[in-house]
């Protein structure tokens, strides 16, 4: 699942919270997301 890879970028409830709020299930895997999907995953969770 797309929350244990993303885990040492922030907690896994912030990146549930993220893929729903882009229009994906919480368990989404990695292969299942487009570029697009990535790049609006990578501007909720990335802190900088």
Do not use: W, Y
């Not at 919270?17 to 919480?26: H, M, N, T």
Request: hydrophobic share 40%; proline share 4%; net charge negative.
């Amino acid at each position: 699942m797309l929350r244990k890879s993303l885990q040492h970028i922030c907690p896994s409830n912030e990146i549930e919270r993220a893929l729903v709020d882009i229009g994906l299930r919480a368990t989404s895997r990695p292969e299942e997301l487009t570029l697009d999907d990535f790049v609006k995953l990578h501007n909720l969770v990335v802190h900088v």
